[in-house]
Structures are given as structure tokens and as C-alpha cells.
């Protein structure tokens, strides 16, 4: 039988932090799945799941665990095999505005009151084009539950943008631009 782990990883960025997971998940009959992963603040930081034969969880999780002797954390956690993938129609969400306290508190808070789920999110603070203010600028992937209509999204996160002075942009997946931001 095959078990799906999901494995959470930190580390101060160097060379080599991916290789000693990957090494660590093939020694163990382990096939690397997905993930995303990326340095933030000088730090390493990635989510990634992969697949292995039962019998073998214990030891990668013990392998794994050894990784903090050379300063790797990692936390593991058994995921469920065959799990469906939410279901609803999905809208992405683009906001920009000048970077403050409060913003993804303020926009996650509506998207949950409205009983949607964000399957996938990405933020930067980035320097302002002419002023060099901060700046912060979000993307969202949302999954709607049946029976909410994407016009109400738009109305309630548009208000919400009046209140927290930030633009936002909620498209169908049809009129979905590609994400304005690179990691640079």
C-alpha cells in the first residue's frame, strides 16, 4: 500500500537543502509528487508531498527528522490517499495597494465568510514604480461554494478594497490575466 505524505520544510537558504530532501525521500522508495517552494526573508521555506510504500514511512520520517543536525526542519504529515479536490467554480483574485497591517487578515476574513476556500495564494512587498512606498500585491486562486454567484465575490471583496484603499480584481478563470508578478 502506498502512503502520501506531506512534508513542510525550513532551513536558512543554502546550496543543497532540496537535494538532501530528495535523497532522503528516493533512499527511502519515495517518488517526489509535488511542491512549491521558495526563499523568503533569507530563509528556505517549501511544502511538498510525496508517495511511498507503507512500510517505509517510519524510516523517512526518522531521516527526515535527522536533517535538523545539519539545520533542515521538516514536519511530516500523513495525507489522505484519493482525497477529492474541493469542488465549485473558481475565481482568481488579484489586489494591489500600499503595503499595511491587516490586508490578508481583512481579505482571507471575507472569503470565509462568504464560504469560499483559497486553494492556492502568492505575496510580495515590492517598492513602488515612482515613490518606492512599499507596496504589497496578492494573488488568489478561489474555490465558490454552490450557490455563490461570482458578482457577490466581486461586490463584497470591491468593498472591502474601498475600506483597506488597495485595488482588486476577481476574474473567472476565461478572463483570467497571467499573475503580475515574477519572483525576482
Known amino acids: 500500500m502506498t502512503e502520501q505524505l506531506v512534508l513542510t520544510v525550513v532551513a536558512h537558504d543554502r546550496p543543497g537543502i532540496i537535494r538532501a530532501l530528495a535523497?532522503?525521500?528516493?533512499?527511502?522508495?519515495?517518488?517526489?509528487?509535488?511542491?512549491?517552494?521558495?526563499?523568503?526573508?533569507?530563509?528556505?521555506?517549501?511544502i511538498l508531498q510525496v508517495a511511498l510504500p507503507a512500510g517505509n514511512v517510519a524510516a523517512l520520517e526518522a531521516a527526515l527528522a535527522s536533517l535538523a543536525d545539519s539545520g533542515?526542519?521538516?514536519?511530516?504529515?500523513?495525507?489522505?490517499?484519493?482525497?477529492?479536490?474541493?469542488?465549485?467554480?473558481?475565481?482568481?483574485?488579484?489586489?494591489t495597494g500600499a503595503d499595511h497591517p491587516g490586508i490578508v487578515a481583512e481579505i482571507s476574513g471575507e472569503i470565509a465568510r462568504l464560504g469560499a476556500s483559497i486553494d492556492e495564494l502568492t505575496t510580495r512587498v515590492?517598492?513602488?514604480?515612482?515613490s518606492g512606498t512599499a507596496m504589497f500585491e496578492a494573488?488568489?486562486?478561489?474555490i465558490l461554494p454552490d450557490g455563490l454567484d461570482e458578482g457577490e465575490v466581486r461586490e463584497k471583496l470591491e468593498d472591502l478594497a474601498d475600506d483597506l484603499m488597495v485595488e482588486i480584481d476577481v476574474e473567472l478563470p476565461g478572463e483570467r490575466k497571467e499573475a503580475s508578478f515574477r519572483k525576482a
Do not use: C, Q, Y
Not at 535523497?23 to 517549501?46: I, P, Q, T, Y
Not at 515590492?126 to 515612482?130: E, I, N
Open 126 to 130: 515590492f517598492a513602488g514604480s515612482m
Open 23 to 46: 535523497a532522503a525521500v528516493a533512499e527511502h522508495g519515495g517518488n517526489w509528487v509535488d511542491s512549491s517552494m521558495a526563499r523568503l526573508g533569507g530563509e528556505f521555506a517549501g
Open 72 to 95: 533542515i526542519s521538516v514536519t511530516a504529515r500523513r495525507s489522505v490517499v484519493g482525497a477529492e479536490p474541493p469542488k465549485g467554480r473558481r475565481v482568481f483574485i488579484e489586489l
Open 139 to 142: 494573488n488568489a486562486d478561489v
